[in-house]
């Protein structure tokens, strides 16, 4: 023993029982405290699906599950990717789909600058994919509209969506393509509108019962 040391008092019986009193105390005012803090339905629920097969959560909160791989390389924001989806609500509800396959930037809309795109979290999943995956996402509110009411989609919503990327094209390259379709459609007008052109909506004869194309 050092000759230093400085021998410490026996602490009274009746002391620690006070001590062991409070903590006693203190714990199960907690647990009191916590029963009458109401549980946030958002964060319960990604909480438990986080911890579901399968299911991956990225650092910025989303949570995705891949139904079917694809192949190959990601889509950047300078793509517009062709996709066939499916929104939900967590209870179920269908708030959107998409009748066809759809082209759709990739880019997140960016307020600040006025760039039109979709919600971070649908274009952050996007990025993870690559041609011919389907994956199953869950966009928490704060990467999906957040307080906004979107009318069929309450404020504070997470979203889920199923995603099936066939195919994505830089955006420029879309773009394009879009100008070449507006300008033959443009020259078949001007076709269309010469002697002998047929009534817009008519069909040739013996095409009645066909459907008619663009």
Known sequence: MSITAVPLKPVKRSIL???????????????????????????????????????VTTPSGLQYQVLTPGKGPHPTDEDIGLINYEGRLID??????????????????????????????????????????????????????????????????????????????PESTYRQIQQQQQMMQQQLQQRGGGAGALPPGALPPGAEGQPGGR
């Open 92 to 169: 179920g509800t269908v708030f959107d789909k998409s009748p066809q396959p759809t082209p759709i930037p990739v880019v997140a809309s960016d307020p600040a600058t006025g760039r039109q795109g979709v919600i971070k979290g649908f274009s952050e999943a996007l990025k993870l994919m690559s041609k011919g995956a389907k994956y199953r996402v869950w966009i928490k509110p704060s990467l999906a509209y957040g307080e906004k009411d979107q009318g069929v989609i309450p404020p504070h919503s997470t979203l889920v969506f199923d995603l099936e990327l066939l195919e994505f094209i």
């Open 17 to 55: 029982v006070y001590i062991w009193l409070f903590v006693v105390l203190a714990v199960v005012a907690a647990a009191a405290l916590a029963m009458q803090t109401p549980i946030d339905p958002t964060t319960a629920f990604l909480a438990k699906n986080a911890r579901a097969k399968g299911v």
